[in-house]
């Protein structure tokens, strides 16, 4: 994230002395990416280092340990994660559905809010969410983001946070990565604004809204995940939302799928014009994150608005429907359904999408789904994920063109 934020208060200077209490000096963090040589952020906590553990580290009660699949063989996968049961809170109610070596896509349907004295901290990925649904508070040592149906979240690595629950239920799909996560970089210019052809604006990201700094000592537990899925609980003798002040380029951040300006041509357009984040360094690794909004679709006279079959060798495609309304899938999607079409199959529209599409030419459309393509990287469905697939999917082509 390029956009350099202050909240709070700090010293003008970086690494001096700063007293927010008369006499007791404030501690200073970096929280930064990519070897000291990454977006950071300094934050100055009231009084205490983070790292004061009252009790011993231990192995926590749960854990997101990856479980693949007995059988590798080569196939699309459907999967309705809108059968996927509310149960738990935020982080208990995490299902990893997908992962490859740098990537994991979840599904997090929580019924309950974080305990109070309870948070989490993801030490070994950076996340992004969408709110498929629910309305609650992300809390953070940063502030507080609200959570609201169709916001992109994007939280780094390392960042401590609690979710408090509105709504009865949330329905959440996350995106971990090894890379941190931001606007593609060839939407922003040197100063880092979004140039004037982007579908993307970067000042219509949301802030967290600052807290005042809690100033308290009792028992504080941290979940830590890290190395491959492993959770460690972590004790602390004060509150983590202790921060006087921050400043920097790396924190929590909000972008509504909505504030996705689509661009349009004449004829069908490939999904990177609806780019929306990226992780990693494109081509190379990493993955490109897609949101398709309500367009307009290509107006030439013989424009075929449904996609062509692509074989997209060097990327596995995963889309998340955030609503039915994809022509070249109707009929078999539903809301909340993920598919997955690997690099190695070529994949198309179903049956007669394609001639059907013709009469959408030169209309908008009404499209809500979120679309991650990877870079040179392979996933996996989990034996969790492989619950809630619709086992016919391979064959389904066959079926809707006999139709
Ligand atoms: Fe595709």
Known sequence: MSQIIKKGNLPKTPHTEYYAIPGVLALEEIHGSLGFGGPYTRKLHIRKYPTIQSKKPEKAKFDFKLKPLSDNILQPFHIYTGKIPFEGDCITSRKPILYGKDTIV????????????????????????YIQDGEGLLKTEYGNLAIKKGLYIVVPKGTIYQIELISKNAFILIVESTYPIGFAPHYLNAAGQATLMAPIVETEIEIPEFQEPIDKEGEYIINVKHSEGNVSTLTLDHHPFDIVGWEGAFYPFGFDIENQHPLAREIHTAPPVRQTFQ?????????????????????HEKDIPAP????????????????????????????????????????SPHG???????????????????????????????????????KEYPLSWYKSNAK
């Open 106 to 129: 979840s599904v997090s349907k929580p019924s309950q809010s974080s305990k109070e004295n309870i948070f989490f901290k993801n030490g070994e990925k950076h996340e992004l969410f």
């Open 352 to 390: 007669d999408a394609a001639l059907k599409s013709t009469k959408d030419r030169g209309k908008l459309n009404d499209h809500l789904a979120v679309m991650l393509d990877t870079f040179f990287e392979s996933l996996n469905v989990t034996e969790e994920g492989f619950k809630y697939a619709d």
């Open 279 to 299: 992780s990693g360094v494109a081509p190379h690794n990493g993955f490109s994150i897609c949101s398709f909004t309500a367009q307009i679709e290509g107006w």
């Open 308 to 347: 062509y079959a692509h074989s997209n060798v060097d990327s596995d495609e995963v889309m998340f429907f955030s609503n039915s309304n994809y022509g070249a899938r109707e009929g078999y999607i539903q809301e909340g359904s993920i598919t997955l079409h690997p690099g190695s199959l070529a994949h």
